[in-house]
């Protein structure tokens, strides 16, 4: 199974600084995902990426850009963090060989803007 | 695009009895449905999923069920154990579509 490692568990940052939340794979996969988590909003997908620099728009991507210059890295940027992307952040990388559908996801980074 | 709605957000079972969430979807598109379980400060994982050319899938206490026609399915868990407590989500998608549409979650209480 793919193993998906997001390097920053907690994060506490002010509003207005510029954020990077880093998630790296280890199988080679060309589809990475970021979803945000929410109590009562469940998970909704920031912004997808399914090849190097190649890059698509989830259901809520204001706010957030993201980098993948590297098949193994897949990087969500807040340019300037604000109080309502107090958040926990989830990179997902599909299962490889358990069907294409079946998201590994990290452990998750929570941000936390003051 | 799809959009899948989860009810209800939370429920609390008695230890032993059969627990019962229910999603919706609105994308006739969709045929892949997975559930994730998200325990307490842990990552959401894959618990059972099904596919639109089946009706039902069972994995020992756990089944999901499927009507394409209502497009509607459900997580059915019997015999709840504690164990069992976390955070259920609910998906949909085209299969061979990775990205997931999530529903709003349930926060499954199993009383002993």
């Known amino acids: 199974d793919v193993k998906v490692t997001q390097s920053s568990r907690y994060l506490v940052k002010r509003t207005g600084e510029k954020v990077f939340l880093e998630c790296v794979q280890d199988m080679d996969h060309e589809n990475m995902f970021w979803y945000r988590q929410d109590p009562g909003l469940g998970l909704r997908l920031i912004y997808f990426s399914y090849d190097v620099k190649m890059k698509e728009k989830g259901d809520i991507p204001e706010g957030y850009s993201v980098s993948r210059e590297k098949k193994e890295r897949f990087s969500l940027i807040l340019e300037s963090a604000s109080t309502n992307q107090t958040s926990m952040y989830l990179c997902?990388?599909?299962?490889?060989?358990?069907?294409?559908?079946?998201?590994?996801f990290g452990a998750g980074s929570r941000l936390t803007v003051l | 695009g799809e959009n899948v709605e989860q009810h209800p957000s939370t429920l609390s079972v008695q230890e032993g009895d059969s627990a019962v969430i229910k999603c919706t979807y609105s994308d006739s598109a969709s045929n892949y449905f997975p559930w994730y379980k998200q325990e307490l400060g842990k990552r959401p994982q894959l618990i059972i999923d099904?596919?639109?050319?089946?009706g039902e899938k069972k994995d020992q206490r756990i089944a999901v069920t499927l009507n394409k026609t209502a497009k509607h399915f459900s997580l059915h868990i019997t015999e709840t154990q504690p164990e069992d407590s976390a955070v259920y989500f609910c998906a949909a998608s085209d299969f061979g579509n990775e990205k997931l549409t999530f529903g709003t979650g349930t926060r499954l209480t199993i009383i002993p």
């Open positions: 997902a990388v599909p299962s490889t060989g358990t069907g294409a559908n079946v998201l590994t």
């Open positions: 099904i596919r639109s050319n089946v």
